[in-house]
T-cell receptor
Framework: QKEVEQDPGPLSVPEGAIVSLNCTYS??????FMWYRQYSRKGPELLMY????GNKEDGRFTAQVDKSSKYISLFIRDSQPSDSATYLC????????FGTGTSLTVIP | DTGVSQDPRHKITKRGQNVTFRCDPI?????LYWYRQTLGQGPEFLTY????????KSRLLSDRFSAERPKGSFSTLEIQRTEQGDSAMYLC?????????????FGPGTRLTVT
């Protein structure tokens, strides 16, 4: 079983839509969770990280962690074409584990 | 702050050759990480340094792979006797202890092609 599971998509939404990206994880020992955005042929870019259950908001982005169900989510409000990228969830401890990434396309 | 830099950006080599990649972290960052990413996959953790000490190594890091960070600044990743399965993007990231290691800033990567 992988440490982090993520639906690879692809996901295609119209501009302005709310996007929901989801991951599950398997080991409760890890408590930090991160979301990265990766454009084609670029390194990942950190969007948000959180360590507790609940929501963390930053602009149009909200990260949500539910430790009881081992579920992490990223919500993007008012999605823009510039949000088109691959979104990676990750968890961290002594080592770091990434999901496979979800490819998102926002259509103008 | 010029960000994390990696050199070279692209490397093509023949199977069996040795290759070495360099990573220069953000100047005040004392933690440095190496990852490998193949097409359609997320980054796979390889190893990380705090200053010059290599603190964690993934079981993915076979005997053919070695990483160093001799003065706690830049780091090198060497792959000996390359195999076609080593073809991937090799990513470096850095962070500060204040970031808990979770605010990692990635470089642009070195794309390795083994022919």
């Amino acid at each position: 079983q992988k440490e982090v599971e993520q639906d690879p998509g692809p996901l295609s939404v119209p501009e302005g839509a709310i996007v929901s990206l989801n991951c599950t994880y398997s080991n409760s020992a890890f408590q930090y969770f991160m979301w990265y955005r990766q454009y084609s042929r670029k390194g990942p870019e950190l969007l948000m990280y959180t360590y507790s259950s609940g929501n963390k908001e930053d602009g149009r982005f909200t990260a949500q962690v539910d430790k009881s169900s081992k579920y992490i989510s990223l919500f993007i409000r008012d999605s823009q074409p510039s949000d088109s990228a691959t979104y990676l969830c990750a968890k961290g401890g002594n080592q770091f584990y990434f999901g496979t990434g979800t490819s998102l396309t926002v259509i103008p | 702050d010029t960000g994390v830099s990696q050199d070279p950006r692209h490397k093509i080599t023949k199977r069996g050759q040795n290759v070495t990649f360099r990573c220069d972290p953000i100047s005040e960052h004392n933690r440095l990480y190496w990852y490998r990413q193949t097409l359609g996959q997320g980054p796979e953790f390889l190893t990380y340094f705090q200053n010059e000490a290599q603190l964690e190594k993934s079981r993915l890091l076979s005997d053919r792979f070695s990483a160093e960070r001799p003065k706690g600044s830049f780091s090198t990743l060497e792959i000996q006797r390359t195999e076609q399965g080593d073809s991937a993007m090799y990513l470096c990231a850095s962070s500060t202890p204040a970031g808990g290691g979770y605010e990692q800033y990635f470089g642009p990567g070195t794309r390795l092609t083994v022919t």
